[in-house]
């Protein structure tokens, strides 16, 4: 089967929200040909952005409702998104959620629902996709983590999170060794300071220019710098690329 991306598409979890990088990316894959399904909690807001992705790009889009913890609603939405567009080429793990609790106040379910979201909910969804990937002989799968599973903690993250974000490298590398051999490979993203929904309205100017002043770009980073990286480990062309983190994060974390 071809590996053109006008013959496949791509599935972005998480990615009806307005300002954020699930949203970005879609725009960005879509630019790249590819057809796209987003999934999201609000059926509204995923309706919303596979028409205005539809619209913008020429492509096929569907905006389907999925609670990604949710075995059962992550099959529905992808078996409707797989009768509805071409085969599956790319999967995005983006999907997750946050939490700044430090680890001596952090509950048991807080910790669970953390890893649910950013750590089950990646399984779900990447072990419902991979299969016919494999099959196929052709796939793209990006996990988005975080600097702070590199550094330890973030501007935002507490423990739960970092820990959760660290799991998807893990989760990545091991799964780039079993599916290479099948045409699929698997990377992950870490974003560091991204102006998003997220980090809206959370940060007063002068701490936000403190936080500028420690990167050696000197801005904060744009929504659209985290997509176009995705969107370039998605293309056929980066098949020998697997098993890698690409950091964006304008030098705020050098390892």
């Given at each position: 089967m071809s590996t053109d991306p006008t013959s496949r598409t791509a599935v972005i979890t998480g990615a009806g929200s307005p300002r954020g990088i699930?949203?970005?990316?879609?725009?960005?894959?879509?630019?790249?040909?590819?057809?796209?399904?987003v999934l999201d909690l609000n059926k509204e807001a995923a309706e919303e952005a596979a028409r205005e992705v539809a619209a913008r790009h020429g492509v096929e889009a569907l905006g389907l409702a999925a609670d990604v913890c949710d075995a059962d609603a992550v099959d529905a939405a992808l078996a409707a998104a797989e009768a509805a567009l071409p085969p599956v080429?790319?999967?995005?793990?983006?999907?997750?959620?946050?939490?700044?609790?430090?680890?001596?106040?952090?509950?048991?379910n807080e910790w669970d629902k953390i890893f649910d979201v950013n750590v089950r909910g990646s399984f779900l969804v990447t072990h419902r996709v991979a299969a016919g990937m494999a099959?196929?002989?052709?796939?793209?799968?990006?996990?988005?983590?975080?600097?702070?599973?590199?550094?330890g903690g973030g501007v935002f993250g507490g423990v739960a999170?970092?820990?959760?974000?660290?799991?998807?490298?893990?989760?990545?590398?091991?799964?780039?060794?079993?599916?290479?051999?099948?045409?699929?490979?698997?990377?992950?993203?870490?974003?560091?300071?991204?102006?998003t929904d997220i980090t809206q309205g959370k940060l007063d100017e002068q701490r936000k220019a403190a936080m500028i002043a420690e990167v050696p770009v000197r801005r904060i980073g744009g929504v659209e710098d985290v997509a176009d990286v995705i969107a370039f480990l998605?293309?056929?062309?980066?098949?020998?690329?697997?098993?890698?983190?690409?950091?964006?994060?304008?030098g705020s974390?050098?390892?």
């Open positions: 699930g949203r970005a990316t879609a725009h960005a894959l879509a630019a790249s040909g590819y057809h796209i399904a080429g790319v999967l995005v793990n983006n999907a997750g959620i946050t939490s700044p609790t430090r680890f001596l106040d952090v509950t048991s099959e196929r002989g052709f796939g793209r799968i990006v996990f988005l983590s975080s600097v702070s599973a590199e550094r999170y970092s820990a959760a974000k660290a799991a998807l490298l893990g989760f990545a590398r091991s799964l780039a060794r079993e599916l290479g051999p099948s045409g699929v490979t698997v990377n992950s993203v870490a974003p560091g300071l991204i102006d998605a293309r056929p062309e980066s098949g020998y690329l697997t098993g890698a983190t690409y950091d964006v994060n304008g974390h050098i390892h």
